[in-house]
């Protein structure tokens, strides 16, 4: 498990990217690889969505994936 520091969110749908997996899959730090959003160390606190069809929250949030989540952006 990465550090969480590592973490990058995307402004757009809020997933989380390792920062270090984004380098070794030659991928810019500044895009989302999902939806072309712009990504930012600013963010805080985090959500893991391991079924999102059950998860109150991911629909909430309008998450339609699992992965993790930034619960706030700036
Ligand atoms: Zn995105």
């Not at 939806?35 to 109150?56: H, I, M, N, P």
């Amino acid at each position: 498990m990465s550090d969480v520091r590592n973490l990058l969110a995307c402004k757009s749908c809020k997933m989380l990217f390792d920062s270090e997996a984004l380098k070794e899959q030659k991928l810019p730090l500044s895009e989302c690889p999902q939806c072309r959003g712009q990504l930012t160390k600013d963010w805080q606190g985090y959500l893991a969505v391991v079924d999102f069809e059950k998860s109150e929250i991911a629909k909430t949030m309008g998450i339609s994936k699992n992965g993790k989540y930034a619960l706030k952006v700036r």
